[in-house]
């Protein structure tokens, strides 16, 4: 059985740090690409950031860019993502997902069931 489980998600100021786990067991990690998306209300679900298996290669939202960092350990099955200089506009739930590296969620085979992040002004 797979299973993706983000923690890190909270309550956090504007201009502060979080920084997101995933858990991810039932799969052979090293051959997964995987990512970060993020949905709030209303919204469509979006592409934050993603990790290839290999070199690995990192891509971000141009929203994010500079920002986050998206990391592996390829040995604790585990991936991050750490939140620098998080905005109110960066509120909303995050995903992860494993497939192959792309924006889209299409791309993405597997998921978690998400954290809540929530940045106040």
């Known amino acids: 059985q797979v299973q993706l489980v983000e923690s890190g998600g909270g309550l956090v100021q504007a201009g502060g740090s979080l920084r997101l786990s995933c858990a991810v067991s039932g799969l052979t990690f090293i051959w997964y690409d995987m990512a970060w998306f993020r949905q709030s209300p209303g919204k469509e679900r979006e592409f934050v950031a993603a990790?290839?298996?290999?070199?690995?290669?990192?891509y971000f939202a141009d929203s994010v860019k500079g920002r986050f960092t998206i990391s592996r350990d390829n040995a604790q099955n585990t991936l991050y993502l750490q939140m620098n200089s998080l905005k109110p506009e960066d509120t909303a739930e995050y995903y992860c997902?494993?497939?192959?590296?792309?924006?889209?969620?299409?791309?993405?085979?597997?998921w978690g069931q998400g954290t809540q992040v929530t940045v106040s002004s």
């Open positions: 990790i290839s298996w290999r070199a690995p290669k990192t």
């Open positions: 997902a494993a497939g192959s590296t792309s924006d889209a969620a299409s791309h993405y085979h597997y």
